[in-house]
């Protein structure tokens, strides 16, 4: 579902499909992009996250638990 998706990133100029993202997050499916996104929260899009959880933290427990 989700691999066949590529992010624009205009700040840095860059493209990043799904299978970068994995390889680059040590992700071992497609859908933990969302669970990352969903622990540390996106206040552009109004996710608030989990409280003091951070990029670290979320990659931790999602290597952690799946």
Excluded: P
């Excluded at 860059?14 to 299978?19: G, L, R, W």
Aim: proline fraction near 0%; aromatic fraction near 14%; avoid cysteine.
């Amino acid at each position: 579902m989700l691999d066949d998706i590529t992010i624009y990133n205009s700040k840095d100029d860059i493209f990043v499909t799904t299978e970068k993202f994995k390889s680059e997050y040590q992700f071992t499916t497609s859908e933990q992009f969302i669970d990352y996104g969903a622990i540390m929260g996106d206040t552009s899009d109004t996710i608030y996250g989990v409280d003091g959880i951070g990029k670290v933290g979320a990659l931790k427990l999602i290597k952690q638990y799946g």
